[in-house]
């Protein structure tokens, strides 16, 4: 578990379940639920939360919204509204 861990803190780009899986040892499906039960999240709800974390850290550092998104490891701004979405209670809303 820890080799996973250690896997999604260290990349910028998200790792998938597969190759997290093939770090600790096990097949996907157990190591999904391996994974959960010692943290109380998802490998990808672990990665967005660090994500989040990274992209606020970047934002603080230099005040600039989209600087802080690239920073953080999204492809785009697109992609930092999508996941943003539930965590900051907002809809978007087409022009």
């Known amino acids: 578990m820890e ?3 250690a896997l999604i ?9 597969e190759k997290l ?3 600790a040892g096990y097949s996907p499906h157990h190591f999904h639920r391996l994974f959960k039960r010692a943290t109380g999240v998802t490998p990808a709800e672990y990665a967005r939360a660090k994500r989040a974390k ?3 850290m970047s934002l603080e550092r230099n005040g600039r919204v989209t600087d802080a998104i ?4 999204y492809s ?3 992609r930092f509204y999508a996941d ?3 965590r900051l209670g907002m809809t978007l809303h087409p022009a």
């Open 3 to 5: 080799r996973a861990l």
């Open 9 to 17: 803190e260290r990349v910028e780009e998200p790792v998938s379940l």
């Open 21 to 23: 899986a093939e770090a």
């Open 54 to 56: 990274s992209m606020a």
């Open 70 to 73: 690239y920073d953080a490891g």
């Open 76 to 78: 785009g701004p697109g």
């Open 84 to 86: 943003a979405k539930a």
